[in-house]
């Protein structure tokens, strides 16, 4: 049952109390997550009451910055917390950056050979950002669950047999969070930048998070770390870029757009497989890594910071600077891909904060200065009136129910349409 205002406009801030907020998320249930600064509330749909948690928990408890709220199943939402890069160790020279040393005496990195000893200093890094876990209790009220810290991932031992690789989850007293799940050593899903909730669906319940490295995927309270599109200069460096651009297609296919590049992931049901990218017939990807030739070359950044795919089965992309451009597959593995600007005449499309598809096949435009805009299913754009203020957050869709909800965040709070 949709418990919320049917009118095609409504305010939520002003409704509900929310006022301004940083980040927001629907949960299964329907519950409206709300993310301010080191609170986490919630708006629950059997009551439509605003519930703030009593206090700082987890990584705000600690003092981390939070960054993104995501909902997942019913009454469980996910909070994104941000972390520096690792840097060159001296203490370390030569050790990897995001190589993490745990077991005494020492560890040795995966196709190294040196030996490190044991640091506790080094353990404390595995403290910063990550994913927490909130949930509605059995009181109504807004409780802290756990830090997102237990990996799955399918493997094969020796002999060839499958196994589900786990991975420890605290040593020393030090929760590892979310670490590379083909090896727990090496910490590269730092920051988490944005996210996506899976709300319909054979994979419903699932979120993703687009981070400093990659693509996370979260399921209940175990998570696969990671994947992402990359791109290797003449000197076989790799490059992955900050993932802002985190989409869920109309069928399911996980959207990513980083600094550089972009692929698509048509996500295996079974979640420990999130980060298989050689089995046949898994995890297959219409773009695997691409940019686009007719906007600039690979090594310039393109500042993805949203990717969508509308019911028509258009793809849809957008820049912190460069605009708004449609992308055209030339084929899956091809290096580059067709750009096509659109609405290159209306100057607050060349600043994109986020975009939205919805069932009617329209494409929503978050701008970081000049409103919301619709790209209407017949590709005529429109700037769409009512929503109060010009810098738009982030844009949530959830199209699961019989009238869609478009959850617009700006900097002036939260407006919800109706309809589309």
């Known amino acids: 049952m949709d418990p919320w205002p049917a009118d095609p406009v409504t305010n939520y801030s002003d409704r509900y109390g929310i006022g301004r907020v940083k980040s927001v998320g629907i949960d299964l249930g ?23 948690m009593p206090g700082a928990a987890g990584q705000a408890g600690e003092g981390q910055s939070s960054t993104v709220i995501c909902g997942g199943a019913a009454g469980r939402a996910y909070v994104g917390y941000n972390a ?36 506790s200093r080094r353990l404390q890094y595995y403290r910063q950002g990550d994913v927490d876990a909130v949930k509605l209790d059995g009181s109504g009220q807004v409780a802290f669950e756990t830090h997102i810290n237990q ?27 979310i670490r590379n799940s083909n090896d727990h050593h090496f910490d590269e899903d730092r920051a988490m930048l944005s996210c996506a909730s899976v709300l319909r669906g054979p994979n419903k319940g699932d979120v993703f998070f687009g981070t ?16 992402h ?8 460096s790799q490059y992955a870029g900050y993932t802002y651009g985190l989409g869920i297609a109309p069928d399911g296919d996980v959207l990513i757009a980083n600094e550089w590049n972009f692929g698509t992931v048509t996500p295996d049901t079974k979640m420990e497989n999130w980060d298989d990218t050689t089995t046949p017939g898994i995890n297959q990807q219409k773009v695997k890594s691409s940019y686009l030739q007719d906007l600039n070359s690979q090594s310039e950044f393109d500042y ?5 795919q509308t019911t028509d089965g258009k ?44 069932n009617d096949g329209s494409l929503f435009i978050g701008t970081n200065a000049g409103g919301l805009y619709r790209l209407t299913p017949a590709k005529a754009l429109e700037k769409v009136a009512n929503v109060r203020g010009s810098k738009v957050l982030q844009l949530v869709y959830d199209g699961s129910g019989t009238s869609g909800m478009l959850l617009v965040l700006t900097s002036d709070g939260l407006t919800v349409l109706r309809g589309h």
Not at 151 to 177: E, H, Y
Not at 229 to 236: C, E, K, Q, Y
């Open 30 to 52: 329907k519950n409206l997550w709300v993310l301010d600064g080191d609170r986490i509330g919630v708006v629950r749909a059997d009551t439509q009451k605003l519930v703030w």
């Open 84 to 119: 520096p890069d690792l840097q060159q160790d001296p203490e370390y020279p030569g050790i990897h950056t995001n190589f993490i040393v745990t077991a005494k005496p020492c560890e040795v990195p995966v196709n190294e050979q040196t030996c490190f000893p044991f640091s």
């Open 151 to 177: 990996s799955r991932r399918a493997n094969t031992d020796a002999s060839g047999k499958p196994f589900i690789q786990t991975g420890p989850t605290v040593v020393d007293g030090v929760s590892l969070g």
């Open 212 to 227: 400093n490295h990659g693509v996370v995927r979260i399921r209940d309270l175990t998570y696969n770390a990671h994947r």
């Open 229 to 236: 599109p990359v791109w290797f200069d003449a000197n076989g």
């Open 304 to 308: 993805w910071r949203a990717f969508q």
């Open 315 to 358: 793809y849809y992309l957008g820049s912190k600077s460069l605009g708004l451009w449609e992308m055209t597959i030339l084929s899956s593995g091809n290096p580059y891909q067709k750009g096509t600007r659109v609405g290159a005449d209306v100057a607050a499309l060349n600043d994109i904060n986020a975009l939205a598809s919805t």
